[in-house]
């Protein structure tokens, strides 16, 4: 760790943060903090608030109520705040004239970081040649491996990412999940934000998890998972109910079968075969985790989208879609200064 990064303790805590548009609630009464040292995932359905919630904390638009702080501090009266914070949010929005290169020499030269440094960071995320063109021709993985070279340009304490592993192939998530886990061992603070699960479950330790700019879950990765399960179905749960049973397994009644608190599905198998009982049905049942989420993304009542979104605030329009091509676009979305305010 550097000596600046030692300053910091790393923590970031949101508090009552609320964000309305004219009527709509887009972040409402929010509440979580993030500990350095691990991989905290900020997850939601499309239109549950993440960006906004992540745009507050990075100055760039002001809570209606509400506080989110960096080490208690906001983030515009952090000084010189790239060298503390690292943050990539919409990979969207590049100068589409600019090479990937000038652009990170432009956040460089802010930063007060040697143009060395830049090439260093182009090579660690795996587009050194590519960065020599234009951004305006990028795919959406060169954008997300771009945005997190910038983030990482000043050798931040606190890294915040939203949806990094959007656009990425397998190979790339694999990569990303591997870089994440080895800043967060070296005591950094990451927070990233998702819309799928599956994408980052593996790479986080904790969760928050937000639906219609609420939270409805935070804690560990295992502590939401549940305990696990197994899913049986036997022409005789009787019989099979007393062998598992009999095994010091726990069994409860489910519609067409039975739930047996198992991590593995060859106990139960095991079991039913010494006793003598056929199965016809034997899975993993699906983790409280994923339960939770599915819920989440799958009900419309939780579809917080704004009908009437502000058209002329660029930066937002349609979360996930890119900015129209044509105009250069202003890099709003990468690391700053946390001058500007939009709205
Ligand atoms: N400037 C704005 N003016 C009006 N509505 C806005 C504005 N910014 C965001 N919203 C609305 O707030 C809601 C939350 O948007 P936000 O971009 O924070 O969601 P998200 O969780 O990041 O979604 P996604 O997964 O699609 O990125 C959306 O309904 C969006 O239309
Ligand atoms: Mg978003």
Same mark, same amino acid.
């Given at each position: ?78 000084? +010189? ?99 994440? #886990? ?32 609420? #939270? ?96 002329? +605030? ?28 939009? #709205?």
């Amino acid at each position: 760790m550097n000596a600046t990064r030692d300053a910091w303790t790393g923590e970031i805590e949101i508090r009552g943060l609320t964000k309305r548009f004219g009527d709509f609630t887009a972040v409402d009464d929010l509440d979580f903090t993030v500990q350095p040292g691990q991989v905290t995932g900020f997850l939601g359905p499309n239109g549950s608030g993440k960006t906004t919630t992540l745009r507050m904390l990075l100055g760039l638009i002001r809570p209606t109520s509400g506080t989110a702080t960096i080490d208690g501090r906001n983030y515009r009266d952090i000084p +010189n705040p790239l060298t503390v914070v690292g943050s990539a949010l919409e990979a969207t929005n590049f100068h589409p004239g600019r090479t990937g290169r000038d652009h990170l020499r432009v956040l460089a030269a802010v930063a007060g970081v040697s143009d060395q440094r830049v090439d260093e960071l182009l090579d660690l995320v795996g587009i050194p040649a590519a960065a020599r063109k234009r951004a305006g021709g990028y795919s959406m993985g060169m954008r997300q491996r771009l945005g997190l070279a910038g983030a990482l340009l000043a050798d931040p304490q606190i890294i915040i990412l939203d949806e990094p592993a959007n656009g990425l192939d397998p190979e790339g998530i694999r990569w990303l999940r591997g870089f994440l #886990r080895h800043l967060a061992s070296e005591g950094r603070t990451l927070l990233i934000s998702s819309h799928m699960l599956s994408e980052v479950e593996q790479t986080v330790d904790e969760v928050v998890i937000i639906a219609n700019g609420r #939270r409805v879950a935070q804690g560990s990765v295992t502590e939401l998972r549940g305990v696990p399960t197994a899913f049986v179905r036997s022409p005789d749960p009787v019989g099979l109910t007393r062998a598992l049973s009999a095994a010091g397994l726990s069994v409860a009644a489910a519609p067409g079968g039975l739930l047996v608190t198992a991590d593995n599905t060859d106990v139960v198998g095991d079991v039913a075969l010494a006793a003598g009982v056929a199965i016809h049905e034997l899975r993993q049942q699906q983790t409280h985790l994923e339960d939770l989420f599915f819920n989440l993304t799958e009900s419309e009542g939780n579809r917080n989208l704004n009908p009437d979104p502000d058209p002329n +605030n660029s930066a937002v329009g349609s979360p996930g879609l890119p900015p129209p091509t044509g105009a250069p676009q202003i890099p709003v979305g990468t690391p700053h200064t946390g001058s500007e305010e939009q #709205r």
